[in-house]
């Protein structure tokens, strides 16, 4: 799968050289500017990898421009791979029963990531197209993942996590649950100051709402990775027709 927009291509891994740039990105992004860490985390080599990253497929971003570097990743997980490692990666903070009982094909998302020079402009929207690209080869239906906040101080999320759990809350048939549950209804409604609850959230959970994404009951903090993770659930059969628009549109800019 080779897909090419101006300077940029995105592709799946093919070796562990590739893998290992993505693990540098990751590291430049994950550890060295969030301050997370993990068991696996090489720090000499600045590569920010775990037990997951060979069953997972490695979706590049590449600038030719810069002679081919990795400047965006996304690691993507179908449930036969799942399989095969165990478990999905993100059943350690979230029971995604509801989502395996669906019975409908699924693919987990995550260590979505971006170089800073590229941020604010088409890269994430690039990668978005090869992810695409992927999940109609592979007839995926749900597509989920856990995505961040900086930091685990629950306050100042407050206002941002109250608007997610009153306006984006997934189905109740595929509503997913944090297993160590911080709440997200810390403020009615009535008393959200919207304007700064959405400036609070991430660009990523940002765009994955435009799509129709929705987020699961309850967030995790993550004091491994300095985050507070909620898991994002986006049913491509509930995708109106100009959110696919919006999908390929921004893929393609």
């Known amino acids: 799968m080779v897909a090419k927009v101006d300077s940029f291509r995105t592709r799946l891994a093919r070796d562990d050289a590739d ?3 993505a ?3 990751r590291y430049e992004v994950f550890v060295e500017e969030l301050g997370g860490d993990g068991p696996l985390v090489d720090h000499e080599n600045r590569l920010e990898r775990d037990r997951f990253d060979p069953f997972f497929d490695h979706l590049l971003l590449l600038d030719d421009n810069r002679d081919g570097a ?3 990743v996304y690691r993507l997980l179908r449930a036969d791979q799942a399989m095969a490692a165990g478990q999905f990666y993100s059943e350690d903070e979230y029971d995604l029963e509801p989502l395996v009982r669906s019975g409908r094909k699924l693919l987990e998302l995550g260590r979505s990531c971006v170089a800073p020079d590229y941020r604010g402009g088409t890269g994430l929207f690039h990668l978005w197209q090869g992810l695409a690209d992927y999940v109609l080869t592979h007839e995926i239906e749900i597509l ?3 995505a961040s906040f900086h930091g ?3 306050a100042p999320l407050a206002q941002s996590l109250s608007l997610l759990h009153h306006r984006h809350l997934v189905p109740e048939e595929l509503r997913v649950r944090a297993r160590t549950y911080q709440s997200m ?3 009615p409604e009535a008393d959200i100051d919207r304007r700064a609850a959405m400036l609070n959230i991430p660009p990523l959970i940002k765009a994955y709402l435009r799509l129709g994404g929705c987020v ?3 967030a995790f903090v993550d004091h491994d990775f300095n985050t507070t993770d909620v898991c994002l659930v986006m049913d491509t059969a509930r995708m109106t027709d100009r959110q696919k628009q919006l999908y390929v549109k921004e893929g393609k800019a």
């Open 23 to 25: 693990q540098r990105l």
């Open 144 to 146: 989920f993942g856990t």
């Open 19 to 21: 893998l290992k740039a």
């Open 185 to 187: 209804d810390l403020i």
């Open 152 to 154: 685990t101080d629950i």
């Open 70 to 72: 990795v400047v965006g």
């Open 216 to 218: 699961g009951d309850g």
